[in-house]
């Protein structure tokens, strides 16, 4: 028996049994009445059983254009057999008819084939029964009750259909849940191979920016440390006493390089901009240098930069004034800033010898 969609197997040859069943039950209680007589009877059954073959083991899917002519010609030869037949085993034929019409068809042609199978199964026998003489009120009490089981077998039909409607829906709604549960996987595992990508892209800058700030700071403090030694190895002969000051303040610098450094793997913010605002911090840097000899104007206007920006800048006026003494032996330095809605504008001048 062919269905609309997919039957649970236990299910499917049960009905398979009940159908071929019937069929035989038809075909034998046929041959114990007349015998085992070719006639237009038995002609007829075995058509039927030959259509039901084509229609259900022969035919690709219930899509084919011959499915429903053959539906109607089953329909046909099951008139034919009950007119011939004269007896209520007809019944089966229809009942048989109806139960697969509602499984395997849509709900318009199996409701089409039970109201055709109820009226002609009606008409037919009353007819039958007036024609062979017949008729009388046990041969129509037969007949509506017979009709009655019709009504039974569409009933049991409905509802074997709406079980494997709901079926397919559950079957339907676990698919694209687990469709959806495969892309939630997939996305999953998307997003964490770009979280893992960016944690470590936010790793390498974090490394980088560790490296430049502490070359920022170390180069700084060593070039202090350098220029102050310079200092003081030429005052050492003739003022011994400055030299050493300068010796003292060598070991400070040298000190607070160092705090600089370990600040800067600790929060990467200078103790400098941590104790005020950027304009002291400059300026704290400016008067440092001046105790060096370097003389260090500052024209910083109105503005400042904003706070996320504040270090950066903090940074290359720190290795403005670094490579103006390592590279330039500058001994004045000017450092302009411009803070704008338009942008900003730094920048640094010496009277240094230059660098190619």
């Not at 009905?15 to 035989?24: D, I, P, Q, S, T």
């Not at 009942?95 to 019409?101: G, M, P, Q, V």
């Not at 220029?227 to 005052?235: D, F, I, N, P, T």
């Not at 411009?338 to 010496?350: K, M, N, Q, W």
């Amino acid at each position: 028996m062919q269905t609309t969609g997919a039957m649970d197997p236990t299910t499917g040859l049960l009905l398979n049994v009940a159908k071929y069943g019937g069929y035989a039950a038809v075909l034998w209680v046929t041959i114990i009445n007349r015998g085992l007589v070719i006639d237009a009877r038995l002609l007829a059954i075995l058509g039927i059983l030959a259509v039901d073959s084509i229609r259900n083991h022969s035919l690709e899917s219930s899509l084919s254009p011959w499915e429903r002519p053959l539906l109607w010609l089953h329909l046909l030869l099951a008139y034919l057999f009950l007119w011939l037949d004269g007896t209520g085993i007809g019944a089966i034929l229809f009942i048989i008819l109806i139960a697969e019409s509602q499984i395997s068809h849509s709900r318009s042609v199996g409701n089409r084939v039970f109201l055709l199978s109820l009226v002609g199964f009606l008409a037919i026998g009353l007819l039958g029964a007036w024609f062979r003489g017949q008729w009388s009120a046990d041969r129509i009490s037969t007949l509506l009750i017979n009709g009655i089981f019709f009504f039974f077998a569409f009933g049991i039909s409905v509802l074997a259909r709406l079980q494997q409607e709901q079926r397919e829906r559950a079957e339907g709604a676990l698919a694209r849940l687990e469709r959806s549960q495969r892309e939630l996987e997939s996305a999953y595992a998307q997003l964490m191979e770009s979280s893992r990508q960016r944690e470590e892209l936010a790793t390498i800058a974090e490394r980088n920016r560790l490296a430049r700030e502490i070359h920022d700071t170390l180069a700084h403090s060593l070039t202090g440390i350098i220029v102050g030694l310079e200092a003081a190895r030429r005052l050492i002969t003739v003022d011994p006493e400055r030299s050493s000051k300068e010796l003292d303040r060598i070991g400070e610098q040298a000190r607070t390089g160092l705090e600089e450094i370990r600040r800067s793997v600790r929060a990467w913010r200078p103790r400098e901009l941590e104790r005020g605002d950027f304009l002291s911090a400059v300026r704290g840097l400016a008067h440092e240098m001046a105790d060096r000899g370097l003389r260090i104007d500052l024209d910083f206007g109105d503005g400042v930069p904003p706070p996320h920006l504040e270090l950066p800048f903090y940074r290359i006026i720190q290795e403005g004034i670094t490579n103006s003494i390592r590279h330039g032996a500058a001994e004045r330095v000017e450092i302009a800033l411009r803070c704008s809605p338009a942008g900003i504008t730094l920048i640094v001048e010496d009277d240094g010898r230059g660098a190619g």
